[in-house]
């Protein structure tokens, strides 16, 4: 039997957490096992209204967690992120599923963690401490210490940032794989580059050796084919029942090459 | 564990049921409630065919906890016909030979009708878009877009 927790703030359902509780966001990857009968005991959940804000404060936009991919093609200021939210699950879906609960999302999902991981995103949690950087919460996720309260996302600067999901069935399949990069230029060089896969491991990743490729370069048809060969360097891909691990090894550099061929004179 | 009283506002009737722990909207509008429109495929949010709004917005109702809808609105096939006269849609899934088993046809005319209702004139690709997270295994899907296409369009008529 299942036990199901309301509070009206983020900071009681933080407290209320604990051994055999799990938090309930949009619901769409927990209510899973829910109703499969093999979800925790104990649920936790919160109606806070702080949630589901979003807000921009200079070039820093601030998503709650609790914000759904249908919010996020709804708001103007996040423009950039429209064409990650677009390509997540079907209409019903994006009206459910939050960005906090994206973070979380076992393989193959995670779409949108993998932008917000190019992106170089701050998560802030319930208990009020400083912000850490995305990847820090990723690395932890499997032994989470602590509620989203919300994701500080830097807006990219023009032209610099690209996603592209790769999936069998569209427009609404789960990713073979997806890849976000965020190529910021300083007098046509790239200067801090973030490249990072989705679907390519365990959980969203950083692609180091492709980043080292671009960096200070102009990302010509040179550069892009020697990020292409090196593409999946360091990566173990699973094999799952879209892909197996050779395949997306095979295929990740034809992919990488597009998004980036899809970028240039931007 | 005790049960849950929750309350919504179902196809604009207020009704009242008790939520057992940990279950799902789709079983509480069914066994609580009476309405046997939205139906149960596959429990993972993958097939559709449990599709209703929750205050205007299409959801997946398997994945919806039941006492997260209260005080909420929700809208499902039963309530799209006003009393024996069918919604133009419904008319137009006849018509068109949109529905063969009919089993994912509650969830696609939630989906449809929910399009139409923001969108009274959609493109092809916007209808395609809408039902993209319903399943269909019999018609191929293309009954279903004309059938769509056909309540647009008549819309567009003076
Ligand atoms: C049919 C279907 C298609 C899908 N397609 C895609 C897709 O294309 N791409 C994709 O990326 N995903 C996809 N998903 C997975 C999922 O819908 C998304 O990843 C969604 O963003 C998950 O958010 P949620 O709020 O529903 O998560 P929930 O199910 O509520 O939670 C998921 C996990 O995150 C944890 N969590 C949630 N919020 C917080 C928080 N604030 N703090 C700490 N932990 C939290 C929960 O405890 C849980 O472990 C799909 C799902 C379905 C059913």
Redesign the interface.
């Known amino acids: 039997?299942?036990?199901?927790e309301?509070f009206p703030t983020l900071a009681e359902a933080a407290r209320a957490m604990g051994a055999g509780a799990a938090y309930?966001g949009g619901?769409?990857v927990m209510?899973?096992a829910?109703?499969?009968g093999d979800?925790p005991a104990r649920?936790v959940?919160t109606t806070d209204p702080a949630l589901t804000q979003i807000r921009a404060m200079g070039d820093t936009l601030t998503l709650g967690a609790g914000v759904t991919m249908?919010q996020i093609l709804a708001e103007r200021d996040l423009d950039f992120l429209h064409d990650v939210a677009r390509q997540i699950?079907?209409?019903?879906?994006r009206?459910?599923g939050t960005v906090g609960g994206n973070i979380f999302a076992p393989h193959p999902y995670g779409d949108f963690a993998v932008a917000l991981l190019a992106l170089g995103a701050r998560v802030a949690m319930a208990d009020g401490s400083s912000a850490r950087p995305i990847e820090d919460v990723l690395r932890e996720r499997d032994r989470p210490s602590g509620l989203i309260a919300s994701v500080e996302v830097p807006r990219p600067r023009p032209g610099a940032f690209a996603f592209r999901k790769v999936s069998r069935v569209r427009?609404?399949g789960a990713s073979i794989m997806s890849i976000a990069a965020n190529l910021p230029r300083e007098g046509g060089r790239v200067r801090g580059a973030r490249l990072a896969w989705g679907a390519m491991g365990p959980r969203p990743l950083r692609g180091a050796a492709v980043e080292r490729v671009l960096e200070g370069q102009s990302v010509d048809h040179g550069d892009i084919d020697r990020a292409a060969q090196i593409a999946a360097k360091g990566l173990e891909p699973p094999t799952d029942p879209l892909a197996s691990s050779w395949y997306r090894t095979a295929v990740a550099g034809v992919h990488l090459k597009r998004l980036l061929q899809s970028m240039e004179g931007r | 564990m005790a049960k849950k009283p929750v309350t919504v506002t179902l196809n604009g009737t207020e009704r009242a049921g008790f939520a057992e722990p940990g279950q799902n909207l789709l079983d509480f509008l069914r066994r609580g409630l009476g309405d046997l429109s939205p139906k149960y495929g596959c429990g993972q949010g993958t097939c559709g065919a449990c599709t209703v709004t929750i205050d205007g917005q299409t959801h997946l109702s398997c994945l919806v906890l039941a006492e997260a809808a209260d005080g909420r609105a929700v809208g499902t096939a039963a309530g799209l016909a006003d009393g024996a006269r069918l919604d133009p849609l419904q008319d137009a899934f006849m018509e068109n030979f949109a529905a063969q088993c009919g089993y994912c046809t509650p969830g696609m005319l939630v989906s449809a009708r929910a399009l139409l209702d923001r969108n009274p004139r959609p493109t092809r690709a916007e209808i395609v878009e809408a039902i993209s997270g319903n399943l269909c295994r019999c018609t191929g899907y293309e009954p279903i877009i004309a059938a769509i296409e056909a309540v647009a369009e008549e819309r567009t008529r003076p």
């Open positions: 039997m299942i036990e199901v309301t309930l619901g769409t209510m899973r829910v109703n499969a979800a649920l959940r249908a699950g079907g209409p019903q879906v009206n459910m427009p609404k």
